[in-house]
């Protein structure tokens, strides 16, 4: 839904080499109500402009010197990647309006203007212009909730297999070293026995920001449901690099979450797999993840185990 607001608040550029046209649209439009309103008389101006500020409509005029309508229509649609430029052609020349409107224009205002025909148009495009902004952003909103986690907004299971993957091939192509790490938290249904559901999801969201802040932009960490996240570690040069990452990883877990007015505190339980050694696939990478943490499980809490060896403890922390 259109609130008045959106309408009044949407940034309207006046493209016109005259400076008395220029002067009546936007008086027009400031009695109207619109805040946002821009004015350039020169049309060489009117694509950067745009680039700059991403207007939500444009009133152009057709024939102006040095840089016709048409020209600028197309210097817009060359320079606009949304794929929606929102113009409104304005001329004396009603003979231009099919080819205005097959240049990218989205409607056609003869002069003489017609005052209430000019607002009527102005405020129908706008309503279309902001109709499909609210279209895009539900899209957007769809698309990141199909690939994030509801309640920590970390990436989810479709999105982390998608991340491993470009990690594989990423540290295949450099011959570098990557790492899958699977970890949950300790006994975390105590949590939600003792405390309640709504402090263990508050938990969960705490955990998910300190594993992020723990790793690089490069990494990618994602909650795959319950109290189980998965982390995925580029560009690794040795084992030791997992190592060390590990027992900042824990570390950082396990200081007390002030949760609802009470410090809680947990522990947590992790395994790891290698690329190249312990799979070349997503699968197999997740699976031997998965598996040494079950072992880590087995061992106590605050563990480690690395999927080389499930009958070592060598990798043990």
């Not at 299971?157 to 790490?181: G, K």
């Not at 190592?243 to 947990?266: F, Q, S, W, Y």
């Amino acid at each position: 839904m259109i609130r008045e607001q959106d309408f009044i608040n949407a940034k309207i550029l006046i493209v016109d080499d005259r400076l008395s046209n220029v002067a009546l649209l936007e008086d027009l439009l400031r009695g109207e109500g619109y805040l946002h309103v821009t004015r350039t008389l020169d049309p060489c101006a009117a694509s950067g402009l745009h680039l700059a500020n991403d207007y939500d409509l444009i009133l152009l005029d057709i024939e102006m010197p040095g840089m016709d309508g048409f020209e600028v229509m197309r210097e817009l649609k060359e320079s606009t990647t949304s794929g929606y430029v929102p113009i409104l052609v304005i001329t004396v020349q009603p003979e231009y309006k099919l080819k205005a409107l097959a240049s990218g224009a989205k409607d056609f205002i003869a002069k003489p203007l017609d005052i209430s025909e000019v607002k009527t148009r102005i405020r129908n495009m706008l309503e279309v212009r902001l109709l499909y902004m609210q279209l895009e952003a539900s899209n957007r909103a769809l698309e990141f909730m199909a690939l994030h986690d509801g309640l920590t907004g970390l990436p989810n299971r479709r999105l982390l297999l998608d991340r491993l993957s470009s990690a594989i091939a990423q540290a295949r192509r450099n011959e570098n070293l990557m790492a899958v790490l699977y970890l949950d938290l300790d006994l975390f249904k105590g949590v939600n026995d003792h405390f309640g559901h709504d402090a263990g999801d508050a938990l969960l969201e705490e955990v998910g920001r300190r594993l992020v802040a723990a790793v690089r932009e490069v990494d990618t960490v994602a909650r795959l449901g319950g109290d189980e996240f998965v982390l995925v570690v580029s560009e690794l040069k040795e084992i030791a690099d997992i190592e060390r990452l590990v027992g900042k990883l824990i570390a950082t877990v396990t200081r007390p979450c002030h949760i609802n007015g009470t410090d809680v505190g947990i522990t947590t339980s992790i395994g790891g797999s290698i690329y190249p050694m312990h799979g070349e696939s997503a699968e197999m990478l997740m699976k031997r993840a998965d598996m040494a943490l079950y072992r880590s499980k087995h061992m106590g809490k605050n563990r480690f185990s690395i999927a080389s060896d499930l009958d070592s403890n060598r990798y043990a922390m």
